[in-house]
């Protein structure tokens, strides 16, 4: 099986995926870091080098011919996306919401704690953090309009969604899994 996580900036994507990939021992494979990756070999951060894709879909092309290839050498595994669930129909679509402010604490928290992320420069408040969220996700809507005519945001297009704004991680984590295993079943 393989289950795509998709969903809001500062949702949990990352931190559940792993906590459920180290549980059912399906190899995870995050496309956030090898974007950041990318943007740093470029010398740019996250947000410039997705601006940069408004105008460019090679920088989109790469990491979703990267999926498609995933999708089709491996059976178990888990992938963090924003358009896995495009690429990979058959996949488990999972979605986690956040609320806007939520999310960009949660960015802003662990940013203070290390700033390994690559997000955008000067990211000095929350309100900065708020300000890029929204630049991020605003190139992101248009880039996948433009590029596959799809909407992220629709919630239909997803097996579960979940909103974590009033939940611990392990809240999250428990209802996420215990989906899963239904699946599994």
Do not use: C
Request: proline share 1%.
């Amino acid at each position: 099986m393989i289950i795509s996580f998709s969903g809001d900036i500062g949702s949990g994507k990352s931190t559940i995926a792993k906590k459920i990939s180290e549980k059912i021992g399906y190899e995870r494979f995050y496309m956030g870091q090898i974007l950041r990756d990318v943007a740093k070999k470029r010398k740019m951060t996250l947000v410039e080098l997705l601006k940069k894709g408004e105008n460019d879909p090679s920088i989109d092309k790469q990491i979703d011919d990267l999926i498609v290839k995933l999708s089709k050498e491996n059976d178990n595994f888990i992938i963090e996306s924003r358009t896995a669930w495009y690429f990979i129909p058959h996949s488990l679509k999972i979605y986690l919401k956040v609320d806007e402010q939520e999310g960009a604490k949660r960015i802003f928290k662990q940013l203070q704690s290390n700033n390994e992320r690559n997000e955008d420069r000067k990211l000095l408040t929350l309100e900065d953090v708020v300000r890029s969220n929204k630049n991020r996700r605003e190139t992101d809507d248009k880039r996948y309009k433009t590029y596959y005519g799809i909407d992220i945001s629709k919630m239909e297009n997803y097996n579960f969604v979940l909103d974590t704004t009033d939940l611990s991680v392990n809240d999250v984590y428990n209802r996420t899994l215990a989906f899963i295993k239904n699946q599994i079943k």
